[in-house]
């Protein structure tokens, strides 16, 4: 059973850019979410995603969007990239129901704008 | 004031001590969650809390709820334990995010 997987592994950008990465959740998760870190930090949460809709949104402008398809994979999209978008992009998954509300993470999208 | 503090930031041990690790929310919470991330950056979680004390093998962990702090433990530690320990937490109700720290960085030495 795979877990969380997450596309593409690393990728550079050029300022104004933009960007789309990938999550595909482990199998039975139908909640995604998506977290920034910035390097020596923890993850600032962006936005999670249940039932194709957007069900709460952290501090981020309107450059961060999202979408969850009805396989529940998942993409983050920024626009109009600047240098500080610079991190790691982590992808959540867990169940609504069971589990103990279980999270399980990707191993996140190595972002480099430049 | 951030919303989760951990303590250390930083950790050197010898194999085989015992270490802890201290975690403090200022906020209500559902549930606290105890996390490994490797220099990869895949972050797995070690164990998720909202009351008394969880136990899985060398790792344990304990919340307080009325101190609002939690503490992860590690017995006989190994130089492969050797990771960022994040403590997140999560509010609760409608609050469906996690809080994170800023994780404490665990070197064990041969």
């Known amino acids: 059973d795979a877990g969380v997987t997450q596309s593409p592994t690393h990728l550079i950008k050029t300022r104004g850019q933009q960007v789309t990465l990938r999550c595909s959740p482990k199998s039975g998760h139908d909640t995604v979410s998506w977290y920034q870190q910035a390097l020596g930090q923890g993850p600032q949460f962006i936005f999670q995603y249940y039932e194709e809709e957007e069900r709460q949104r952290g501090n981020f402008p309107d450059r961060f969007s999202g979408h969850q398809f009805p396989n529940y994979s998942s993409e983050l999209n920024v626009n109009a990239l600047l240098l500080g978008d610079s991190a790691l992009y982590l992808c959540a998954s867990s169940p609504v129901k069971g589990s103990g509300n279980t999270i399980y993470f990707g191993e996140g999208s190595w972002l480099t704008v430049v | 004031k951030n919303e989760v503090e951990q303590s250390p930031q930083n950790l050197t041990a010898q194999e085989g001590e015992f270490i802890t690790i201290n975690c403090s929310y200022s906020?209500?919470?559902?549930?606290l969650h105890w996390l490994q991330q490797h220099p990869g950056g895949g972050i797995v979680s070690l164990f998720m809390?909202?009351?008394g004390k969880k136990k899985h093998g060398r790792l344990i962990a304990t919340i307080n709820i009325q101190e609002k702090h939690s503490s992860l433990h590690i017995t006989a530690s190994h130089p492969r334990d050797s990771a960022v320990y994040i403590c997140a937490v999560r509010s609760g109700g409608s609050n469906y995010k996690l809080t994170f720290g800023k994780g404490t960085l665990l070197t064990v030495n041969p």
């Open positions: 809390l909202s009351s």
């Open positions: 906020v209500g919470i559902s549930a």
